[in-house]
T-cell receptor
Framework: DTGVSQDPRHKITKRGQNVTFRCDPISEHNRLYWYRQTLGQGPEFLTYFQNEAQLEKSRLLSDRFSAERPKGSFSTLEIQHTEQGDSAMYLC?????????????FGPGTRLLVL | AQSVTQLDSHVSVSEGTPVLLRCNYSSSYSPSLFWYVQHPNKGLQLLLKYTSAATLVKGINGFEAEFKKSETSFHLTKPSAHMSDAAEYFCVVISISGGSYIPTFGRGTSLIVHP
């Protein structure tokens, strides 16, 4: 399967703990995006990378959130000191510069539950 | 600035009848527009996209959408609904010509198909 993959698919944690999610994009895609989706809402943009550079971050991304893409391939999203309000589906997507009108391909998501 | 309004949170149709999911957008630049579908417990899948070529866009599974600049609309249609079409549908706008690659998602329309 050459699609976008995310790991883990589910995560349950206690309030105050740190969690880290991983995203592996489609191999030839140089752009990688993170989104958060809560029940009944559309995905909300968090941040995106072009190669290893983090080009934009949403105001939704508090200081407790950090994302990296060290070698321009996979990416990690870390949430420190989790809060119950962080419970959501975290989606990753990738795209290719100038390709297909910036069509983004989504992974299956990581569902986070903070107790 | 860009925004998307999906005019209906739920649409209910009978199998075999036409589907209309409405989307209005706002963009300071020529937009790229997308429709994605999300089935329960599955990732977002691209249905179709408009990127300044033909205004009537055909997608997968018999769906199509028409870009109407004068009405700032990009409504999704299908002549005959199938039970497997029941899902959440998201309209998305990206203002690439404005130098941004950040998409804005609508809140989603839940399509219910009755036998």
């Amino acid at each position: 399967d050459t699609g976008v993959s995310q790991d883990p698919r589910h995560k349950i944690t206690k309030r105050g703990q740190n969690v880290t999610f991983r995203c592996d994009p489609i191999s030839e895609h140089n752009r990688l995006y993170w989104y958060r989706q809560t029940l009944g809402q559309g995905p909300e943009f968090l941040t995106y990378f072009q190669n290893e550079a983090q080009l934009e971050k949403s105001r939704l991304l508090s200081d407790r959130f950090s994302a990296e893409r060290p070698k321009g391939s996979f990416s990690t999203l870390e949430i420190q000191h989790t809060e119950q309000g962080d419970s959501a589906m975290y989606l990753c997507a990738s795209s290719r510069t100038g390709g297909e009108g910036e069509t983004q391909y989504f992974g299956p998501g990581t569902r986070l539950l903070v107790l | 600035a860009q925004s998307v309004t999906q005019l209906d949170s739920h649409v209910s149709v009978s199998e075999g009848t036409p589907v209309l999911l409405r989307c209005n957008y706002s963009s300071s630049y020529s937009p790229s527009l997308f429709w994605y579908v999300q089935h329960p417990n599955k990732g977002l899948q691209l249905l179709l996209k408009y990127t300044s070529a033909a205004t009537l866009v055909k997608g997968i599974n018999g769906f199509e959408a028409e870009f109407k600049k004068s009405e700032t609309s990009f409504h999704l249609t299908k002549p005959s609904a199938h039970m497997s079409d029941a899902a959440e549908y998201f309209c998305v706008v990206i203002s690439i010509s404005g130098g941004s690659y950040i998409p804005t998602f609508g809140r989603g329309t839940s399509l219910i198909v009755h036998p």
